[in-house]
């Protein structure tokens, strides 16, 4: 995963410069980990582990000892709550 800033943008959306390359990867995880923790406890392992690690949905629910297509379900909730943090 990168941790690159966004593009800068000057204007009432973005910063008018661009900060440094430390600082914005620090604060671009800090954005994708509130993102992960809006999904909420038991929703983030499996978000985690299908966004970030890249596993097969299947290999999840194994993984966390779900019946198969419960990892579907929950996925599209946590994804739903990711959605209602960025207001999309």
């Known amino acids: 995963m990168l941790w690159n800033a ?16 430390t600082t914005a990867q620090l604060k671009a995880k800090r954005r994708f980990e509130e993102a992960v923790a809006a999904a909420g406890p038991g929703l983030d392992d499996v978000l985690w582990r299908v966004v970030r690690a ?13 019946p198969f297509m419960t990892g579907k379900v929950v996925l599209g909730i946590a994804l739903d709550r990711v959605a209602g943090y960025y207001r999309l």
């Open 6 to 21: 966004p593009p800068s943008v000057k204007g009432r959306r973005g910063p008018s410069e661009r900060a440094d390359p």
């Open 54 to 66: 890249n596993e097969a949905l299947a290999e999840a629910e194994r993984a966390l000892g779900w």
